[in-house]
């Protein structure tokens, strides 16, 4: 089939890549426009419109798709198909209608469940067993449209959310690459139903601060959602302190008892208390510090009684 490929992040390029490989044809990509990044907020380019330019593949960054010099771009480009990842704009009903195959979004989640914009956050913050990626043809409502086709990963225990994105993402290629075959064969896609459905809101930097009086299991789920993005954080003292990762006690015998977000380290070990049993803090950042083990920053400070996470 002949398509064009909207998206923006790491994720989304790496399901391009998959489509290039392809028997289908890509003869262009859309996504958000150039963004301030850095301390220098020096405008850069998305990572998909890197990769984009590297396969030489000519680029629309239409500030909203609703705009007629896109619209009319996307029109002479005469495909029949757009697949979308993460491409992270609303889609007005103009721009739906402008290919005759639709928009066939892949989304990172066993739809119904997990509608919205952050599918395998909330899927890890609600400690689901199994998640999985679904193609589907983008309708008005929201991740609500026909679905083609899905596959199912479980969740690790230990899986942070920009691991199971990277992960979903790779078996994704192959599923749109099969989807495409599907619509070329004209098979029709399958109507989703209204039972199970659930939505995942966008994570904020608030979702990201850690409630130490949660349960070890829970707050473990907490900062493994939001690694890396926006990343755990709790406040020591008047800064930020931030989690990257923590893991259960490896023997909990040796384990301390400790308040909630109280802070305390032997040789090997930074622990922090949590509602119930401690976590061990395996990587940290301190503020004005680089990112390290976290027996290795406690080495380096003088911890109290009074060395507590807010």
């Known amino acids: 089939m002949r398509i064009a490929f909207a998206g923006t992040p790491q994720v989304a390029a790496t399901v391009l890549d998959e489509l290039v490989e392809s028997h289908h044809e890509v003869v262009g990509v859309i996504t958000r426009p150039d963004a301030p ?8 380019p998305s990572v998909v419109a890197a990769r984009a330019e ?12 609703r705009e007629q010099d896109f619209q009319d771009a996307l029109r002479g480009w005469d495909v029949e198909a757009v697949a979308v990842v993460a491409y992270g704009a609303l889609l007005p009903q103009s721009a739906l209608d402008l290919v005759p195959q639709g928009w066939i979004n892949l989304h990172f989640s066993l739809l119904p469940r997990w509608r919205g914009a952050a599918p395998v956050q909330r899927a890890i913050l609600a400690g689901d067993l199994k998640t999985g990626a679904t193609t589907f043809r983008i309708v ?18 230990t899986a942070t ?14 599923l ?30 608030d979702d990201a601060h850690i409630d130490w009086t949660q349960d070890a299991a829970t707050v ?4 493994r959602a939001v690694t890396p993005v926006p990343g755990a954080w709790g406040m020591l003292g008047d800064e930020v302190f931030k989690i990257e990762q923590v893991a259960a006690s490896s023997d909990p015998r040796r384990a301390p008892h400790l ?5 305390t380290a032997d040789k090997r070990t930074l622990w922090v208390g949590t509602g119930t049993s401690p976590l061990e803090l395996v990587r940290v950042k301190a503020a004005g510090k680089r990112a390290m083990e976290g027996a290795a920053w406690a080495r380096g400070v003088h911890l109290t009684d009074a060395s507590v996470l807010n």
Do not use: C, N, W, Y
Not at 140 to 157: C, E, F, N, W
């Open 37 to 44: 990044t850095g301390r220098g907020k020096k405008l850069q």
């Open 54 to 65: 590297e396969l030489g593949l000519p680029v629309l960054k239409p500030a909203h798709p």
């Open 140 to 157: 008005k409502a929201l991740d609500a449209g026909p679905i083609h086709r899905s596959i199912t990963m479980m969740i690790s225990s």
């Open 161 to 174: 959310s920009g691991q199971l994105l990277d992960e979903l993402a790779h078996a994704g290629g192959p």
């Open 176 to 205: 749109m690459v099969q989807t495409f075959d599907d619509i070329a064969a004209g098979i029709e896609p399958v109507e989703q139903g209204d039972e199970g459905v659930t939505l995942a809101a966008k994570i904020s930097t």
């Open 220 to 223: 473990s789920r907490q900062i």
């Open 259 to 263: 308040a909630p977000g109280q802070l």
